[in-house]
């Protein structure tokens, strides 16, 4: 797996702008946001449609023509520096076909933050873009208005990159051991959904795997993993990193499902890592080279996430 081009870090007064490609956006979260970001001497921007909410389908904000046209106009915006996603939800896989990925290929490699339904994002902007994107908290989302930790290790990121090379979690050795690879992953189920599709990685071989996920049944959480190992797509992974599972059954049962199912891949995995759907979730970069050691519970990257 190759590393992938990593875009410029954010400077004062750099222009973000915030896009819905997923689910419906309250408005005060997202002004609280917004403050945030003002704060940090950014100069946020909102695309048109961010507040919309769809005429039938009430989990998604706006149409797919819409959301769509957001993400793509922002993204080749010369005066945008980076883009922001509000929230997850669900929505992106009916308008990540919708976008002209050769417009924004030649747009250049800029700054994409996001998690959660926007793992299918992070997927087609490494396959169809080559780019080194951000696994973090979003404009509109509790973590990134209330808690500390996740704001400021997602501002190190963005602004200083060189400073969180290391990326300590505290969490444990499922397996212990080390190993390299490129980082990628995100939300289990949305890796599942992405099998078969258009334009999709054909498997995580070389990769250091990053999963979590949300409001899932322990069975469910057993298909999306026995589905990755049926495909092959978990064949030749370097390592695997475990982040939260937040609303799932008790962890010791989905603890004792994760060793069941990856226990046997014979890599390093690290579970608790503390990203996700969780309380003062870390920033992941995606696209890098890094080397994970199971035992300390550390990623070290290879180079900063941002040039």
Same mark, same amino acid.
């Given at each position: 797996m190759k590393e992938l081009v990593r875009p410029a870090r954010l400077a004062p007064g750099a222009r973000v702008a915030v896009v819905a490609p997923?689910? #419906? @956006?309250?408005?005060?979260?997202?002004?609280?946001?917004?403050?945030?970001?003002?704060?940090?001497?950014?100069? #946020? @921007?909102?695309a048109p449609h961010v507040l919309d909410r769809h005429g039938e389908f009430t989990y998604l904000a706006g149409t797919d023509a819409h959301r769509a046209a957001d993400l793509q106009a922002a993204w080749c915006d010369p005066a945008v520096d980076a883009v922001l996603c509000a929230r997850g939800g669900y929505g992106v896989q009916r308008m990540t076909d919708l976008l002209d990925w050769d417009a924004m290929r030649a747009a250049g490699p800029k700054v994409f933050v996001g998690f959660s339904d926007i793992t299918a994002l992070h997927e087609a902007f490494a396959n169809r873009l080559g780019l080194v994107t951000l696994h973090g908290p979003m404009a509109a989302g509790i973590d990134f208005i209330k808690n500390a930790r996740a704001q400021e290790h997602l501002r190190a990121t963005l602004f200083a990159p060189e400073t969180v090379r290391t990326i300590t979690s505290g969490g444990t050795a499922l397996v212990p051991g080390r190993a390299r690879g490129v980082t990628l992953g995100g939300c289990l189920c949305l890796l599942a959904a992405d099998l078969g599709t258009p334009h999709a990685r054909t498997s995580a071989r070389g990769g250091l795997l990053c999963l979590e996920d949300v409001g899932e049944e322990t069975y469910r959480l057993d298909r999306y993993l026995t589905q990755l190992l049926r495909a092959g797509w978990l064949d030749g992974v370097r390592g695997v990193l475990l982040g939260s599972w937040k609303d799932c059954d008790p962890y010791p049962q989905v603890r004792a499902l994760l060793v069941d199912r990856l226990g046997g891949l014979g890599v390093p995995v690290v579970e608790e890592f503390g990203f996700g759907h969780c309380e003062g979730a870390l920033t992941i970069p995606f696209g890098v080279a890094a080397e994970l050691d199971a035992d300390s519970g550390t990623l070290t990257l290879e180079e900063p996430a941002l040039r």
């Open positions: 997923s689910g #419906p @956006v309250p408005e005060e979260r997202l002004q609280a946001g917004l403050d945030v970001l003002r704060g940090w001497d950014l100069d #946020p @921007v909102v």
